[in-house]
């Protein structure tokens, strides 16, 4: 098969995040919402490492923070620094069972927050609640339901 429906496989399901990242939530559930484009991004830099580079991680990051209003690079570079680690352990990544890759997944997404936490630091716009720590719960008890339902589809479109 050739790179192009494997690419548009992956463009897929990172629009069908951005398309959940962006969904208006309740006010008091603002703090659970997932990190669904990191787990996206993740996934793909696990099982098809050679499709999801840190190039694809930096533009995904720049569009994501001019849909969200972010400062311009900030998602970028969190995005490019956690998959390129997640590609250099992709392999010993994708031996571990699902609870073990769910604490991975958990040291990734607190990294992702700790590096977007500290440029907001740096910009003087701190979160005001400790809350800001939640969402890294809820994307580890999402992963592997995600996981499940990503790897069917990748079966579906014979991304290997």
């Known amino acids: 098969m050739s790179a192009r429906p494997n690419f548009v496989a992956i463009l897929i399901t990172v629009v069908f995040a951005l398309i959940l990242t962006l969904l208006p939530m309740p006010t008091w559930t603002v703090w659970l919402r997932p990190s669904w484009v990191l787990l996206v991004l993740i ?9 999801m580079g840190i190039g694809t991680a930096w533009t995904i990051g720049l569009i994501v923070d001019l849909l969200s209003g972010t400062i311009l690079g900030e998602h970028a570079l969190a995005f490019t620094l956690l998959i390129y680690f997640v590609s250099r352990l992709s392999l010993r990544l994708r031996m571990y069972p699902l609870p073990q890759q769910g604490m991975s997944i958990l040291i990734f997404i607190l990294l992702y927050q700790f590096i977007l936490y500290c440029i907001q630091g740096f910009l003087g716009e701190l979160p005001t609640s400790n809350l800001y720590w939640l969402s890294s719960i809820t994307s580890v008890l999402l992963w592997p339901w995600l996981f499940v339902m990503m790897r069917d589809f990748q079966r579906w479109f014979r991304i290997m």
């Open 43 to 51: 996934y793909w830099a696990i099982s098809a490492p050679h499709l």
